[in-house]
């Protein structure tokens, strides 16, 4: 098979193709044929050496869909379709980033659709990311206002048109004034040029924040807890800024009183697969229109992910095998 490898910390041309040997399941693995795969800024950072638990060489991908191949355990049907994410995936075993993929079962969805495979790649992580930021950290309501900082990622736009279709009122930002059609286009009602400094335009508009989906990070974090009302809350789950911690944490001084303050990692938690067979029937349904930049091929994972750093925002980029 053909596989996208990484054998030592470094820029996009660091992820050698080559072939390799398919790989055999276990008892509690199946063998999965590789359709399609969306592209993570996670992906950047353990291709960059930040993850520090990843040992080359190691194939890179968090997520895929695609169909069984093998399943010792007869639990799968052969040509069934699938959906896997985290778990490890791509960081302590090989993931996604070539033609075949050996996975846990723990990880796995089956699902029914007759959607292209290049929509179907955009969808596992960026739904469980959405779906448990918006509903299980945040536990959003009809008739709260939900800022969303990083409003041009993939994640910050689905977040958007999945916020506005629960009837919540949305304010996305970006840093970059030609985006703001792209974002009310997608679900914000309106659009804040962040500067770093969102706390002081929030004051000044008179604005009323509830719930904050952080996809920044680290860097503008603070700035978001201080741009939500008394018992707001605030969840950290991207991180755009490629900054994992924050130096000398105090949590006294650095989150106001009786702000909420919390995260979510679909590494730990897990939607039920029932949910994203309904995300998917709402988007065959025309109710969800997911937004996918690009397309690559896996021979072009080197420009793939040279275009993931460029930061153009404005959607999923997907490699469609």
Same mark, same amino acid.
């Given at each position: 098979?053909?596989?996208?490898?990484?054998?030592?910390?470094?820029?996009?041309?660091?992820?050698?193709?080559?072939?390799?040997?398919?790989?055999?399941?276990?008892?509690?693995?199946?063998?999965?044929?590789?359709?399609?795969?969306?592209? !993570?800024? $996670?992906?950047?950072?353990?291709?960059?050496?930040?993850?520090?638990?990843?040992?080359?060489?190691?194939?890179?991908? +968090?997520?895929?869909?695609?169909? +069984?191949?093998?399943?010792?355990?007869?639990?799968?049907?052969?040509?069934?379709?699938?959906?896997?994410?985290?778990?490890?995936?791509?960081?302590?075993?090989?993931?996604?980033?070539?033609?075949?993929?050996?996975?846990?079962? $723990?990880? +796995?969805?089956?699902?029914?659709?007759? #959607?292209?495979?290049?929509?179907?790649?955009?969808?596992?992580?960026?739904?469980?990311?959405?779906?448990?930021?918006?509903?299980? %950290?945040?536990?959003?309501?009809?008739? =709260?206002?939900?800022?969303?900082?990083?409003?041009?990622?993939?994640?910050?736009? #689905?977040?958007?048109?999945?916020?506005?279709?629960?009837?919540?009122?949305?304010?996305?930002?970006?840093?970059?004034?030609?985006?703001?059609?792209?974002?009310?286009?997608?679900?914000?009602?309106?659009?804040?040029?962040? !500067?770093?400094?969102?706390?002081? /335009?929030?004051?000044?508009?008179?604005?009323?924040?509830?719930?904050?989906?952080?996809?920044?990070?680290?860097?503008? #974090?603070?700035?978001?807890?201080?741009?939500?009302? /008394?018992?707001?809350?605030?969840?950290?789950?991207?991180?755009? $800024?490629? /900054?994992?911690?924050?130096?000398?944490?105090?949590?006294?001084?650095?989150?106001? %009183?009786?702000?909420? #303050?919390?995260?979510?990692?679909?590494?730990?938690?897990?939607?039920?697969?029932?949910?994203?067979?309904?995300?998917?029937?709402?988007?065959?349904?025309?109710?969800?229109?997911?937004?996918?930049?690009?397309?690559?091929?896996?021979?072009?994972?080197? =420009?793939?992910?040279?275009?993931? =750093? $460029?930061?153009?925002?404005?959607?999923?980029?997907?490699?469609?095998?």
């Amino acid at each position: 098979m053909k596989a996208a490898v990484l054998y030592r910390a470094g820029g996009p041309e660091n992820l050698i193709i080559e072939n390799r040997e398919k790989p055999i399941p276990s008892e509690d693995e199946v063998l999965v044929k590789v359709k399609a795969f969306g592209l !993570n800024r $996670s992906e950047i950072m353990t291709r960059k050496g930040y993850s520090e638990s990843v040992h080359f060489p190691r194939i890179l991908g +968090i997520e895929c869909v695609g169909e +069984i191949v093998e399943d010792p355990s007869d639990e799968f049907q052969t040509g069934q379709k699938i959906a896997a994410f985290m778990g490890g995936m791509g960081r302590d075993f090989d993931g996604s980033y070539a033609e075949f993929a050996v996975i846990p079962k $723990s990880i +796995i969805s089956s699902f029914e659709s007759d #959607l292209p495979w290049e929509i179907l790649g955009a969808l596992p992580e960026m739904f469980q990311t959405v779906y448990g930021s918006l509903h299980l %950290a945040l536990k959003i309501k009809k008739g =709260e206002t939900i800022l969303i900082r990083g409003g041009t990622s993939s994640i910050g736009i #689905l977040a958007a048109e999945l916020a506005k279709s629960e009837g919540l009122k949305v304010i996305s930002t970006t840093r970059d004034i030609n985006k703001i059609n792209l974002l009310i286009e997608n679900g914000a009602d309106e659009v804040l040029i962040d !500067n770093g400094n969102l706390s002081k /335009q929030i004051s000044n508009q008179n604005l009323k924040i509830d719930k904050i989906l952080e996809l920044v990070g680290t860097f503008t #974090l603070k700035d978001s807890l201080a741009s939500v009302v /008394q018992g707001g809350i605030v969840c950290m789950t991207g991180m755009l $800024s490629e /900054q994992w911690s924050i130096k000398d944490f105090a949590p006294m001084d650095y989150i106001p %009183a009786t702000t909420f #303050l919390t995260v979510y990692d679909s590494g730990q938690m897990r939607v039920e697969g029932k949910y994203f067979q309904d995300f998917i029937n709402e988007i065959e349904n025309g109710n969800i229109h997911p937004k996918i930049k690009k397309v690559f091929k896996l021979e072009e994972i080197v =420009e793939a992910h040279t275009f993931m =750093e $460029s930061n153009s925002g404005g959607g999923k980029i997907v490699v469609v095998l």
